[in-house]
């Protein structure tokens, strides 16, 4: 299952270190982060529980960039 979510970052640097930190999060199969239209697409695992896997990312995301924000 994919969803969008609406993103802020400062920079393309940091949204890729966003990228970087989710793919690593249990539940994610693949995501993609894009600075210009300021969106994350996430695509999750089979059976994954979408709003749990997504706390996380955020916690994972902020672990590297911590003024970034993710609105779930």
């Not at 199969?29 to 896997?53: C, H, L, P, R, S």
């Not at 997504?54 to 995301?61: H, I, P, Q, R, T």
Request: net charge negative; proline share 0%; charged share 30%.
């Amino acid at each position: 299952m994919k969803k969008t979510y609406k993103i802020e970052v400062d920079c393309a640097n940091c949204a890729n270190k966003m990228e970087d930190a989710a793919r690593g999060t249990s539940g994610v199969k693949e995501v993609t982060v894009n600075f210009m239209t300021q969106k994350m697409i996430v695509d999750f695992a089979e059976g994954a529980d979408a709003a749990a896997v997504m706390k996380n990312v955020l916690s994972a995301c902020k672990k590297v960039e911590e003024d970034c924000e993710i609105y779930l």
